[in-house]
């Protein structure tokens, strides 16, 4: 049964999201929907993709109330810089955080969160030297930032996968 889907989770999902934006639960549609969500799923175990370890799920909760407080945040501030237009300094910049994560898991959470963020981009990842660029819209303090991304978000990551 692996064999034929590999992650069975997935491909239900996939299923149900091609049947919600289709707006249909005509027989076709699901067998066109299973399909494609088959074969997704199995291009997927094609890649061999590690399975994550989660060592605490608790700090699953604690990571997912940050993100939604800084989010929130952000979108205020980005919004706030929008209306001010023009009396507002510029300080966009790059900003270069050194990593303690290796977890390919934990660095992909970390990336999509950092550029969920309204007001962040990350960029490019470094593995060698361990090194993420990030585009911040309003870089006022960079050591700020970088206390803010380690402490808040790389301990928690740390604590849920290593």
């Not at 064999?3 to 076709?28: C, K, N």
């Not at 700090?59 to 209306?83: E, G, Q």
């Not at 910049?93 to 290796?102: A, E, I, K, S, Y």
């Not at 990350?122 to 660029?133: H, I, P, Q």
Request: hydrophobic share 50%.
């Amino acid at each position: 049964m692996r064999r034929v889907l590999p992650f069975p989770v997935l491909t239900l999902a996939l299923l149900a999201m091609w049947l919600l934006l289709q707006q249909s639960l005509a027989p076709g549609q699901i067998i066109l929907g299973s399909i494609i969500a088959i074969f997704a799923s199995r291009g997927l175990a094609a890649l061999q993709p590690e399975r994550p370890r989660i060592r605490n799920p608790a700090s699953i909760i604690k990571l997912i109330y940050f993100v939604t407080v800084d989010v929130f945040r952000s979108n205020v501030a980005v919004a706030r810089i929008i209306l001010e237009g023009r009396r507002h300094e510029q300080t966009a910049g790059f900003l270069t955080v050194p990593l303690d994560l290796h977890d390919r898991t934990a660095l992909a959470i970390l990336s999509c969160i950092i550029t969920a963020t309204p007001g962040s981009a990350w960029l490019e990842y470094d593995s060698l030297r361990g090194v993420v660029l990030i585009h911040m819209l309003d870089l006022v303090d960079e050591q700020a930032w970088i206390d803010t991304i380690k402490n808040r978000y790389e301990r928690l990551l740390l604590e849920i996968f290593q």
